[in-house]
């Protein structure tokens, strides 16, 4: 059964600064697709990022960017220009056959002003 | 498009009770999953449901049962609540298989069993 963990229980990060959360999964499938969640206070799970393992390019939206590193198995998200609004616990995911998704446990960033 | 919808938001039972958790999408998904979520953890699946009339068991079924009846609809039954399924449950959906099928997420019904 693949596995997804996320070794930081909780970071912080100034406003306007940059943050990277890490991620790393086990898998014996070649083909994939790697997520990661945002879960604000109001417990509404939304998509940040996702990435496709047979794509060798990182994928960016805005101010969020991966470092997929398929040999490593490591997904890490990168947050940029840190905002108030990013704070929140963020989840890693990984989608196994059936469209099924396994998380990890969750970091909690903080944004201090 | 109401997206996915679950009731209630909130609810309290006893030990022993039981309760379905609603749950409806307006998007014509084929695909319907129920996860939990327990404090400070991730989301864990329930049961999952790859059309009207199909279900199959997730990581944690124990406790729970679930049917789909009709595309939009996908309930979850705790037929005896134990303090054990005290947790956030989420449900949630997608179109399919396709590669960029995302999967789409309810609020969360919050669950206390005292």
């Known amino acids: 059964a693949q596995t997804v963990t996320q070794s930081q229980p909780e970071m912080s990060v100034q406003e306007a600064e940059t943050v990277t959360l890490s991620c790393t999964y086990d898998t014996s499938e070649s083909d994939y697709y790697l997520f990661w969640y945002k879960q604000p206070p109001s417990r509404q799970m939304i998509l940040v990022i996702r990435q496709e393992a047979y794509k060798q390019q990182n994928a960016t939206e805005n101010r969020f960017s991966v470092n997929f590193q398929k040999a490593a198995k490591s997904f890490s998200l990168k947050i940029s220009d840190s905002q108030l609004g990013d704070a929140a616990m963020y989840f890693c995911a990984f989608r196994e056959y059936g469209n099924k998704l396994v998380f990890g446990a969750g970091t909690i960033l903080r944004v201090k002003s | 498009n109401a997206g996915v919808t679950q009731t209630p938001k909130f609810r309290i039972l006893k030990i022993g009770q039981s309760m379905t958790l609603q749950c409806t999408q307006d998007?014509?998904?084929?695909?319907m999953y129920w996860y939990r979520q327990d404090p400070g953890m991730g989301l864990k699946l329930i049961y999952y449901s790859v059309g009207a009339g199909i279900t199959d068991k997730g990581e944690v079924p124990n406790g729970y049962n679930v049917s789909r009846s009709t595309t939009e609809d996908f309930p979850l039954r705790l037929e005896l609540a134990a303090p054990s399924q005290t947790s956030v449950y989420f449900c949630?959906?997608?179109?399919?298989?396709?590669?960029?099928?995302?999967?789409?997420f309810g609020p969360g019904t919050r669950l206390t069993v005292l």
């Open positions: 998007m014509n998904h084929n695909y």
């Open positions: 949630a959906s997608s179109p399919g298989l396709a590669t960029t099928d995302t999967q789409y």
